[in-house]
């Protein structure tokens, strides 16, 4: 592999400014696919590149991301959390938007070579780490609606703090009953670009009215929960945690996938199955609604203390974290630092 090392490095933030997605590392990884073959991975200084204007992903965003972690435990060791099933499902993704799939043991190789050039850039202090985002792109440079002929793979990696400003402070989430994320038979499932894009009106007139976050509904009755902006969601009710299950419309979260399988560990019932919003509001009325928190790589736990519908707030627990959300955010967050036992086998040490 090609590795250029930047001649001008940049100064690194002060950890009390990182926010997420602000900053980033002096060295990205690209590799592209030519002529039906995937090229050498090469790891330059991060900077801009160029793209024609006819570029294919410009006019009908075939493109997809994935986002992961790095950590610094205590030991001084180099982790990631579960990345090889960040890329089984970036690969089962471009199969589903007619993209290349792509070697993920020479990703996995490629990435902890770069992670280990801009080691210094991973922050150690509570709650940040090292935010990596793999991209793949369509390149062809020619309009007309078909699946490209070459693409570009690239990785950039950010250090970052907590995804929402109010931290651990739970969140307002609104119940959208207007708009729809992704009908069955869609792209919900797929991370692809185009999603999130049909996703921001929807989040702006929800931040409007002193929400974080929106609740979608399923595209066909707007009747069952599905998943929160940048997130999975869980709902306890009665002692029992309850999560929409995976149809086809929404992402399968690597996060979502641990909570159920530390629920499992804990003897905690949990259930993957239709919840209606009906549901939701009768088990609030009752006061069966213990806890309600979102799960995703950005956020890992989070804490919701508002759910908005019919233009009234339910307080979900004295806005406060309930015991369930607490235990799953510290199993986690301990994994993934190195502060517990991984005994599912989750964290990679790089070096």
């Given amino acids: 592999m090609k590795i250029t090392l930047t001649k001008t ?4 933030p002060d950890v009390s400014t990182l926010g997420f997605g602000k900053h980033f590392t002096d060295h990205m990884l690209i590799m592209d696919f030519i002529n ?8 330059i200084p991060y900077g801009p590149f160029s793209l024609d204007p006819s570029t294919c992903v410009l006019h009908y965003g075939q493109g997809i991301f994935e986002g992961l972690k790095a950590y610094k435990n205590e030991k001084g060791q180099v982790t990631m959390f579960r990345p090889r099933d960040n890329f089984v499902r970036m690969n089962k993704g471009a199969s589903r938007m007619c ?3 792509f070697d993920i043991d020479l990703v996995m190789a490629s990435l902890k070579q770069l992670i280990k050039i801009d080691e210094a850039w991973i922050p150690t202090a509570p709650g940040t780490s090292l935010y990596i985002r793999p991209t793949l792109i369509a390149k062809d440079e020619m309009l007309g609606v078909h699946p490209s002929h070459d693409y570009r793979f690239f990785i950039i990696l950010s250090p970052v703090g907590a995804y929402y400003s109010t931290g ?16 069955l ?7 692809c670009m185009g999603n999130y894009a049909a996703s921001l009106l929807a989040g702006d007139l929800a931040r409007s009215k002193g929400f974080e976050q929106v609740l979608w509904l399923d595209a066909k009755e707007k009747k069952f929960a599905e998943e929160v902006g940048a997130m999975n969601i869980f709902f306890v009710i009665d002692g029992v945690v309850k999560t929409p299950a995976l149809v086809g419309s929404i992402l399968a979260g ?3 996938d641990s909570v159920i399988k530390l629920l499992k560990d804990e003897g905690i019932p949990v259930e993957e199955t239709r919840i209606s919003v009906d549901e939701l509001f009768e088990a609030y009325k009752n006061g069966t609604l213990n806890e309600v928190f979102g799960s995703g790589t950005a956020a890992v736990i989070s804490p919701v203390g508002v759910l908005g519908m019919h233009g009234k707030e339910y307080i979900i627990n004295n806005f406060e974290m309930g015991s369930i959300t607490s235990l799953l955010y510290d199993r986690i967050t301990g994994i993934q630092c190195g502060r517990e036992k991984d005994k599912f086998d989750w964290v990679t040490v790089i070096n």
């Fill in 185 to 191: 038979g869609g792209t919900g499932e797929v991370k």
């Fill in 168 to 183: 651990l402070k739970p969140t307002k989430i609104l119940v959208e009953e207007e708009y729809v994320r992704a009908p």
């Fill in 99 to 101: 993209m290349p799939n």
């Fill in 36 to 43: 039906g073959k995937w090229q050498e991975p090469e790891i």
């Fill in 254 to 256: 690597i996060t979502r």
């Fill in 9 to 12: 490095p940049k100064t690194k």
